[in-house]
């Protein structure tokens, strides 16, 4: 034992010394130019992809041209991919599907990854970290020329600490290549882009696998009993059927029909490595005394469920055993049971729902956040397969600001010091243009990716380069909406109105000032238009007390006055909803929250301001 401890220390030794030994060496940009970009002819598409975005960013930021090729020349060359990576040194048979290693040396460079999607990330590493480059949007890359000459030597190696990372943003959703520049793993499946981490997003699933409208007339015991009926024929605002109800989770034949239903669906689609067997979107989970028995005894709603997805698992586990049943942990079920434990091939998709976005996860002031973060602590004991579904969106105002970016990175942390493996961070998937999203969606994204990353250098990352010297005003404006809500003591979750996160009329003026010291500020045509797109949730902020005189209640109808809307409010406003209406249709905005369509927010405006067909907003 003594002398293999000698042995690994003389080794160590001679490994340092080649590290130290590369770091004061360097290899010279000039020496490049006529270096090829090595691609074995074995390589996977990915990595072939991987090649062309080297040759691309290459060009940007050495200057130079350079030619991909399945043979190395005689000078320096770029290795791509961990075959060609066999040249040089660089291990790869450990990094999984994404972990990468680069290696700087005299002779050239290597970039190497796990398969599929390693090598290509390793290229985007690679650029962001020694190039200064940065994917802000998909049309705007900062890939700055090179103001030095030459690379220091040395290695640098890199995992992504959580195995599935989504950034559910229309910014991401709509664009391919920049999700993956980005490293987001739920949206190309293509194999030149790595394709997808195909451990997917558990989600709400009951609702398709022993659907009401099947089976609810012949048996409606199959469904839960909630105020002493059972609720099988759900209509009016409940008859969506991930509204309506939940089956009752203790009778045999729904544990027969959903394991059916979740074999069916493993053998149409062998290579799914995740099934969901999760609740509807709704409290009506079932009363009966079977469910209620296992609930009291466990103190718990998740316990008939997790009794039921074990079921299922083991079920499952006879067939294939390599596959997982994936269950929300959401709402009435977040609390874990106290003995009924997830069986080991069962994952758990833990929702935050219910936490205040405005506050960290970890804030101790805030009592929910407190008992979502000793729930995660709990499951984490229960099971080493945690998957969290988080909210990054205000999905009652989409347009409205949102001040929760200073919680993206703590909230990341915590989920990464969890041992968190899989990360959905749900913002507004059906609108580009919600509230600042291109910021937004580049530092949730970053972070996914890195969580270590300052997410207050992310944000002064973007927007320095992305607004250049009109960035000023807007930092002040993000500051004074979060500042503002943490001096209010707000804690609302992601359904908010602007009082609930501060936003009345001193801050709506602040706001478009800022934005219009902004405008003053932009120094050309192009920088001009990303500040008047951000501008946008100016004037949805001024506009508030239309919004609010339209709904009582969000997302319900629009309330029927019978009075007008008062004077005060058509002045202060109407000059405002002008430009806002404006702006969304110049920028591609079309949806006012996650229901309701711009134009349909339009119809109610022009109502409010009792307009005449004819008359413009
Ligand atoms: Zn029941």
């Not at 404006?582 to 369509?597: A, F, N, Q, S």
Request: hydrophobic letters at 35%; a neutral charge.
């Amino acid at each position: 034992m003594k002398h293999a401890i000698v042995t690994c220390g003389i080794i160590m030794l001679g490994i340092c010394s080649m590290l130290l030994g590369q770091t004061e060496s360097r290899l010279e940009l000039a020496a490049m130019k006529e270096a090829p970009i090595v691609l074995p002819a074995d390589a996977i598409a990915s990595e072939k992809y991987a090649a062309e975005e080297f040759q691309r960013l290459w060009k940007m930021v050495a200057g130079q041209d350079l030619a991909i090729s399945t043979s190395p020349a005689s000078g320096p060359c770029i290795w791509i991919g961990p075959n060609a990576a066999a040249a040089v040194p660089v291990r790869t048979d450990d990094l999984g599907e994404e972990g990468l290693r680069i290696s700087i040396a005299p002779n050239g460079i290597a970039i190497a990854g796990g398969r599929p999607r390693g090598t290509l990330y390793g290229v985007y590493e690679f650029f962001e970290k020694y190039f200064g480059v940065r994917f802000l949007t998909h049309d705007h890359t900062h890939a700055p020329p090179a103001a030095f000459t030459a690379l220091t030597c040395g290695q640098h190696a890199f995992t992504p600490v959580f195995e599935s990372r989504f950034s559910s943003f229309a910014e991401t959703r709509r664009n391919k290549e920049f999700s993956v520049r980005m490293r987001c793993n739920q949206v190309a499946t293509e194999a030149q882009y790595g394709g997808i981490c195909k451990n997917r997003t558990n989600s709400h699933s009951f609702f398709r696998q022993i659907p009401s409208k099947t089976y609810g007339k012949e048996h409606p015991e199959y469904y839960g009993l909630v105020d002493g009926e059972r609720r099988w024929n759900v209509d009016g605002k409940d008859a969506m059927p991930i509204l309506g109800n939940q089956p009752c989770l203790t009778n045999p034949d729904v544990l027969r029909i959903v394991t059916e239903s979740v074999l069916e669906q493993i053998e149409k689609h062998p290579d799914i490595p995740n099934v969901s067997v999760s609740t509807n979107d709704n409290f009506h989970y079932c009363r009966c005394p079977a469910c209620a028995a296992i609930d009291e005894r466990e103190q718990s709603n998740a316990a008939t469920l997790l009794a039921f997805v074990n079921a299922i698992a083991d079920e499952v586990a006879k067939k294939h055993p390599d596959k997982k049943i994936g269950t929300l942990i959401y709402q009435y079920t977040r609390k874990p049971p106290k003995t009924i434990m997830p069986h080991p091939n069962v994952q758990l998709q833990l929702c935050t729902i219910e936490c205040s976005q405005v506050r960290p996860l970890t804030d101790p002031d805030v009592d929910i956040n407190v008992a979502f973060c000793e729930d995660l602590k709990e499951w984490g004991r229960r099971s080493k397969d945690i998957r969290i579904w988080t909210y990054n969106t205000n999905f009652y105002n989409y347009l409205l600001p949102c001040p929760n970016l200073w919680n993206i990175e703590p909230n990341l942390r915590l989920f990464a010091a969890s041992s968190v493996r899989g990360i959905y961070m749900q913002g507004a998937g059906n609108t580009i243009g919600s509230s600042m999203s291109d910021l937004r969606n580049y530092v949730t994204s970053r972070l996914l990716w890195n969580p270590q990353l300052s997410g207050q250098e992310l944000i002064d990352e973007f927007l320095n380069l992305h607004y250049g010297p009109a960035a000023p005003p807007i930092r002040r404006f993000i500051n004074l909406v979060h500042d503002n809500a943490v001096k209010r003591g707000c804690t609302k979750n992601c359904f908010a109105t602007g009082a609930d996160y501060g936003i009345d009329d001193e801050i709506a003026l602040a706001t478009l000032a800022a934005f219009h010291e902004a405008m003053q500020l932009a120094d050309s045509d192009e920088v001009r238009q990303r500040v008047e797109k951000a501008s946008i949730c100016a004037y949805r902020a001024a506009v508030e007390d239309v919004w609010k005189w339209i709904y009582d209640v969000p997302n319900e109808r629009p309330n029927k006055h019978d009075e007008p809307m008062p004077a005060g409010t058509i002045l202060k406003t109407r000059p405002y909803a002008a430009i806002l209406f404006r702006l969304c249709e110049k920028y591609g905005v079309t949806m006012w929250d996650e229901l309701v369509k711009i134009e349909t927010a339009r119809d109610y405006f022009r109502k409010a301001y009792r307009l005449s067909d004819n008359e413009p907003l």
